[in-house]
């Protein structure tokens, strides 16, 4: 893994042309499959597309995983933090309009046919040369209103941070045991009933205890098959008694099954 620390990310961003974007818009194609950016964030909007790997994502509030077929949008100002495992990332970068989300903090949206060949495209107009092109206006300007309008399409996986002392140590209990986690001996963790921290769990997070845990097992998995591990093993790592239900959980969030995930990965190998 390449890691960056925060100082090292903005020179890196100095480096190659990102901390002073121009023009409607730019691509920029990750240079490592494995690398991590530390906290940063960009003057531009940023759509962030994943052509194959895995890729994670943490704001201050949440931790996020970027599936197949998604692509996360990165509002201008937002910081974050970035991880490409054995992935191919490209990323645009829009310049702020009236047509942007207002919205201030991180979204994913499906990505059809279309909007993954304007993606692939996009990457003749690397950083600095598309200012004064027409083409390379008039089609940014298109990209980013189609984004605009689907963002509110897919939920992401995500896994959100929280300041209550009780529903932390309940989601660290359950991180730590994922294999055998439950809603028991969380609350237990916690020091409330089963049925309080079901309760404060949902007020807290907006999520129910149930589907957050899934979540982290999903979100886990995802992780265990990037690098390189087994699907049985996997499913049992993370808690699932049959290959049938972690295939069916795994495909119901990610839109497919954890064999064709992993497949897919190390095709590319």
């Keep these: 893994m390449h890691t ?5 990310t903005t020179h ?36 962030l597309y994943s052509v194959h790997g895995m890729v994670h994502l943490e704001t201050s509030d949440a931790n996020y ?21 054995d992935a191919e990332g490209i990323s645009l970068y829009l310049a702020p309009s009236s047509s942007s989300p207002t919205e201030g903090r991180l979204r994913f949206l499906i990505v059809d046919t279309l909007l993954r060949e304007m993606i692939l495209h996009a990457r003749r107009w690397q950083p600095g040369s598309a200012k004064d092109d027409a083409v390379a206006q008039s ?10 309008e689907r963002l509110t399409e897919e939920e992401p996986l995500r896994l959100p941070r929280v300041h209550d002392a009780a529903i932390s140590r309940a989601m ?28 404060r769990f949902s007020e807290v997070t907006g999520m129910s205890w149930q589907n957050w845990l899934t979540q982290a ?10 690098e390189g591990e087994r699907v049985t093993e996997t499913a049992l790592q993370v808690g699932f008694s049959s290959l049938s239900a972690f ?17 897919r990965l190390y095709r590319r190998h």
Excluded at 4 to 8: A, I
Excluded at 16 to 39: E, K, M, N, Q
Aim: aromatic letters at 10%; one cysteine or more; glycine letters at 4%.
């Design 65 to 85: 995983a970027l599936p197949a077929a998604r692509a996360a949008w990165i509002p201008a100002g937002l910081p974050h933090r970035t991880q490409l495992t």
């Design 217 to 226: 097992k999903i979100l886990t998995a995802m992780r265990l098959l990037a």
């Design 12 to 47: 890196f961003l100095k480096e190659v042309g990102l901390s002073a974007p121009s023009g409607t818009g730019f691509a920029f194609c990750d240079p490592h499959p494995r690398i991590f950016y530390g906290w940063h964030s960009h003057e531009y909007d940023q759509l």
């Design 139 to 148: 089609y940014f300007s298109t990209l980013s209103l189609i984004c605009a």
């Design 247 to 263: 295939a069916q959980a795994f495909a119901r969030i990610t839109g497919e099954t954890p064999s064709a995930y992993r497949t």
């Design 4 to 8: 960056l620390d925060e100082q090292q």
């Design 172 to 199: 660290e209990y359950a991180i730590a045991n994922l294999a055998q986690a439950q809603a028991t001996q969380a609350a237990a963790a916690a020091h409330l009933s089963e049925r309080s921290l079901r309760r």
